[in-house]
């Protein structure tokens, strides 16, 4: 692959970047700490495609590759990382299966109103028995002859206070279990669907996460993507996808936490010299440096695979448990090298640091990758 930046690349690089700084800058700090979704940047996004990002532009999308598309994630995260939350979820696992697994009908009437924004996606796998075990979902439909009805709960939904057309997963064959689910689009308004309160979370505080519960929630048959019982399928494929964006999106937390920390080292005077001077400080820098380099790297393997049409989850995986370890060690070092002034929530590093940490959590915990990366590395040939 390529590893110099094409102009292409650059342009987006430096425009998502502007834009970032600009709307979202003045007021990350603000809605990290009110845990306010906010809406003035995200209609502003809206206009500019960042919700249609690898959607054709046949259906009103901006059709990029991947490699633009975690370069936009990693530029938004890199100034806010809730709010890139909001965008990679919406774009890859939000509106990826659709794509790929939805008739042509649906795309037609789903796909445009989620490259506006006038649809947000979210991915609802998550449930309080069913987590890293994609199989354990309880929520259930059955087909009473003119669609499906829906019961269940769904918890950790990013998203999901302002989602207009979530995924849900939901088992269609009891006998079957996990493997027995099937993916449905519900779209906001549907009798039986209601929204729970806004989780009060550690880190990505500007994403309204909440839980979604459905009773009786009565779907039409148009609405079950794919085949029923391909519910687990859709699941793992829509999560190679998503690992890619959340790796990106580790990167961009990573990178600012490093940026951060290497300007507050040039500042910072102990013993009459700057902190950039001691030997443990130059060498905590350049892990950072190193560090943040290799994830971007992993990612854009990730996407390189994913565009050339072949089998991408082992990469996306690496990617994604990789950029994700190194956020969390980059970010703690950042708050070592700021010292207290890294534990006031008057300075970045913390929020970055909070943030960081829930990368390796979401999209599969990095256990879970480790799992995906084992299965596939000792199926290969020696």
Same mark, same amino acid.
């Given at each position: ?140 439909? %059955? ?49 039986? %669907? ?18 979604? %519960? ?169």
């Amino acid at each position: 692959m390529e590893f110099n930046s094409c102009m292409k690349h650059k342009l987006v690089r430096k425009s998502v970047r502007e834009f970032a700084e600009a709307e979202l800058g003045p007021i990350a700090h603000e809605i990290d700490r009110e845990a306010r979704f906010p809406l003035e940047v995200v209609g502003k996004m809206q206009g500019l495609n960042f919700f249609g990002l690898q959607i054709p532009k046949r259906y009103g999308g901006a059709g990029m590759d991947s490699i633009s598309y975690a370069i936009t994630v990693e530029e938004i995260s890199r100034v806010s990382g809730a709010v890139g939350l909001c965008i990679t979820v919406h774009n890859s696992v939000g509106v990826y299966p659709i794509l790929k697994f939805g008739t042509e009908e649906q795309i037609e009437r789903f796909v445009p109103r989620l490259a506006s924004g006038e649809h947000i996606g979210a991915f609802c796998l998550t449930e309080a028995n069913a987590g890293s075990d994609a199989g354990g979902v309880e929520t259930n439909a %059955f087909f009473d002859g003119n669609g499906y009805v829906i019961n269940g709960t769904k918890i950790f939904v990013t998203n999901g206070g302002v989602c207009t057309a979530p995924l849900i997963f939901a088992v269609t064959n009891p006998e079957k279990k996990g493997r027995g689910a099937s993916v449905f689009i519900v779209e906001k308004g549907t009798p039986g %669907f209601t929204v729970g309160e806004i989780e009060d979370l550690c880190g990505m505080r500007a994403n309204p996460v909440s839980s979604l %519960f459905f009773e009786d929630c009565r779907v039409p048959k148009e609405n079950l993507i794919g085949r029923e019982g391909d519910g687990l399928k859709i699941a793992l494929i829509a999560l190679d996808a998503g690992r890619i964006g959340i790796g990106a999106q580790a990167v961009g937390i990573a990178q600012a936490a490093y940026e951060a920390s290497l300007k507050y080292s040039k500042e910072r005077q102990q013993f009459s010299k700057p902190i950039s001077s001691f030997q443990s400080i130059q060498n905590m820098l350049a892990d950072m440096a190193t560090e943040v380099d290799a994830a971007r790297l992993l990612v854009y393997r990730a996407c390189a695979r994913k565009d050339s049409g072949h089998a991408f989850g082992k990469e996306a995986a690496m990617a994604k448990l990789y950029a994700s370890t190194v956020a969390s060690r980059v970010t703690g070092n950042a708050v070592q090298i700021h010292g207290g002034y890294g534990y006031s929530r008057e300075y970045d590093v913390e929020r970055y640091f909070r943030d960081a940490k829930v990368t390796e959590i979401y999209e599969g915990t990095s256990e879970i990758q480790r799992l995906v990366i084992s299965k596939s590395i000792l199926a290969e040939p020696v």
